[in-house]
């Protein structure tokens, strides 16, 4: 994929940021001002460490972005990932390699594909992993050819099949496999999917392109061989008014249960997930439907939209993320990237940029709407020191901390409970045509309500100069309830580049209030802040920088600034252990 930095993408705040300025200035309290005196908190502390987070995936210095290629293979999970082996910025991009037995810990290895072959000698960009017949890995990528930037489709296969680690890779002569017909924008035409085998036998696969603004995913198919690709009459799927579709995922999921089903699979009971990563928006939708075979083409269901007000995956900071079938545990595994929300030249300062969020483990939701994503089960084995909390009531306007765990480095597992719906504040009828986060903008954490907002303040000052909140607040809309979840940046660090991007991501959780009852789970990693609303339904992550509340400086507090009183039904809180990356 090509990069445009999430922070440049302000064409899409205007709204949220005159917001902002009026939630600054009507309903926040004056003690959240800037205090200059306090920015040089962070001065002494070596700056490539103070925001390197401690469980989350990334090299021990410079530039990362896709997740390429994920796979499990003979009881080792492979990550590739888009690399820069030279800087903290985009650019100079191979395929870094690294393998793991947890998904958790991992052994970095040498690159796995760089840039050496006329057919990928301007960047070997990202692609899919492909498990073919004979227990055969193959990886599928693009390729640059010159400098206008044209994009070809290559393949790559290990040198060594013996080596448990696939350490090396070859690109064989008779690349490219796929060019660009004359139909197609050749800068735009890349990240293929990772194949799957029709009924009929042939191999299929996708690749990311547009045309008149137009996103598409282009259909290519190939005989057994995997080696001899014809363009299909026509997409699997398009959509007006999207632009570009970069690194797309085409896989099944069960309508039984919540074992995941490798990509081939076209049995019964299933729907079929497209999620495309938009160009424009910087954020992965996605939609569920019917993938007629037959026809080779994928059509949406009535209750997925098709377009940018459609399905996230993540309402923050997410993007160009990647799913595999994991055989070994029958479970489908999602991953992808959280960009730096800082300045460049902090990020060339640090060293580094670029995590990768915990993989999840996703499944279709009972209702068949929408996926569920919870963060995989292995992650639990670097809990440590753990406080509970239970039936601690919070009435408007409290808030009570959290003690006794590393809250910068930690694991938070929370349910809140409320006894009546009456209090909920009326839905604006003009905010319909608003997305979530404009209206998290508007009615942030501190601005008082009926039922909420209720939640967390993550990586918090002392005195809450800082703090990073993550909240839900219920609205009546005529005879429904919406429930609108929060990550809200805003607050989140003293420090006042102009580029700096603190956006209040946000996004509604589809959830029933039967039992007056909402869970949150949220993953605190310094500079990154994970949240799964409702066990998963909504996922919004958060990237911060903090000047206050680092290391043992930094608090974590539950709050309730609604009307309605809230209950802490049960809190687990654990302080996390550092991964093994290198």
């Known amino acids: 994929m090509e990069i445009l930095r999430r922070s440049s993408s302000l064409w899409v705040l205007p709204i949220l940021l005159l917001c902002f300025f009026i939630n600054n200035g009507v309903f926040v309290d004056a003690s959240h001002k800037v205090y200059m005196h306090l920015q040089s908190t962070t001065s002494h502390v070596d700056a490539s460490k103070v925001h390197r987070t401690g469980y989350h995936f990334q090299p021990p210095k ?3 972005n896709d997740p390429n290629g994920p796979m499990y293979y003979n009881g080792v999970y492979h990550l590739f990932y888009q690399y820069n082996p030279k ?3 985009w650019g100079n991009i191979v395929w870094a390699h690294s393998v793991s037995k947890d998904l958790i810990n991992w052994i970095p290895l040498e690159p796995a594909i760089y840039p050496s072959k006329v057919f990928d000698k301007y960047g070997t960009w990202s692609g899919s992993a492909t498990i073919l017949p004979g227990n055969k890995p193959v990886i599928l990528y693009t390729g640059i050819v010159d400098g206008n930037k044209t994009q070809v489709q290559n393949y790559a296969i290990p040198a060594n099949m013996s080596d448990p ?5 070859v690109k064989p002569d008779n690349n490219p496999l796929i060019v660009a017909d004359k139909t197609i924008n050749k800068s735009q035409f890349r990240d293929p999917t990772t194949a799957w085998m029709g009924r009929d036998g042939n191999w299929r696969i996708l690749v990311g392109s547009v045309r008149n603004h137009r996103g598409k995913v282009i259909m290519y198919k190939s005989n057994k061989n995997f080696m001899k690709w014809t363009k299909a009459k026509h997409p699997l799927h398009s959509a007006p008014g999207t632009g570009n579709w970069e690194c797309p995922d085409f896989f099944p999921v ?32 996605y939609t569920i439907g019917t993938y007629d075979t037959k026809k080779d083409q994928y059509f949406p269901d009535s209750t997925s939209i098709d377009g940018w007000k459609g399905l996230r995956l993540d309402y923050g900071n997410y993007y160009a993320s990647k799913t595999f079938f994991d055989s070994g545990k029958n479970r489908r595994i999602l991953l992808g990237w959280a960009n730096e ?7 060339v300062r640090k060293g580094w940029a670029g995590v990768h969020p915990i993989p999840r483990k996703i499944w279709l939701d009972p209702s068949g709407k929408q996926l569920v994503q919870w963060p995989v089960q292995e992650l639990e084995t670097l809990r440590k020191k753990k406080v509970q909390l239970n039936n601690k009531k919070l009435n408007k306007g409290e808030k009570v901390e959290i003690k006794g765990i590393t809250v910068a480095q930690a694991d938070v597992e929370v349910i809140f409970s409320f006894t009546s719906l009456d209090k909920a504040e009326p839905f604006d009828p003009s905010w319909a045509d608003l997305y979530a986060q404009d209206v998290c903008a508007i009615k942030g954490s501190t601005v008082q309500g009926g039922l909420g907002p209720f939640g967390l303040l ?8 800082e703090y990073t909140p993550v909240f839900f607040r219920i609205f009546k809309a005529h005879d429904k309830y919406k429930v609108l979840m929060c990550s809200d940046a805003s607050r989140s660090s003293l420090k006042n580049e102009t580029t700096m991007y603190k956006p209040s991501f946000a996004g509604y959780v589809d959830v029933d209030l039967a039992d007056k009852k909402l869970s949150l789970r949220s993953l605190i990693d310094h500079s990154i802040v994970e949240s799964f609303g409702a066990g998963g339904k909504t996922c919004i992550t958060s ?5 206050l509340a680092i290391f043992d400086k930094a608090h974590l507090f539950a709050f309730n600034n609604g009307a309605e009183r809230i209950t802490i039904e049960t809190l687990n809180a654990w302080s996390m252990a550092n991964a093994k990356l290198h």
């Open 62 to 64: 410079n530039w990362i």
């Open 87 to 89: 800087g903290a910025i």
């Open 165 to 169: 680690y696939l350490r090396k890779w």
């Open 254 to 285: 069960s309508l039984k249960n919540k074992d995941g089903l490798d990509t081939s699979y076209n049995g019964k009971d299933i729907k079929h997930v497209l999620k495309v990563s938009f160009d424009v928006t910087r954020f992965d939708h």
């Open 341 to 347: 929300s800082d300045t460049v030249d902090n990020d």
């Open 458 to 465: 993550t990586l918090a000052s002392k005195n809450l100069e």
């Open 543 to 547: 990237r911060v920088y903090p000047t």
